[in-house]
């Protein structure tokens, strides 16, 4: 016999969400960072280097920031979540 009603998609839990964001997070500041390093690179002279050496700064805090973020996730104990009453 035939289900008439699909099965509900299977549900991440919310750590498990967060940590998938944080990991895309790394990714794209580890591209900005490939983007502003090889534009120095380029141009090591152009008054515009400067500006990208502050982008490369900042993302390389944001990057520092990000996989802490990350590691903190990964070092909590996973409970199993308890279903919660709303009174």
Known sequence: ???IVPDPPYSLDASQIL??????????VLCAL?????SVQLK???????????????MEAVQSLVESALMQ???????????????
């Open 1 to 3: 016999m035939r289900k």
């Open 19 to 28: 940590q998938d964001t944080l990991i895309q997070s790394t990714e794209y």
């Open 34 to 38: 490939s983007v502003a390093r090889q």
């Open 44 to 58: 090591p002279t152009s008054p515009s280097s400067i500006v990208m050496q502050a982008v490369i700064h900042e």
């Open 73 to 87: 996730l990964q070092m909590q104990p996973h409970a199993p979540a308890e279903p919660r009453t709303l009174h």
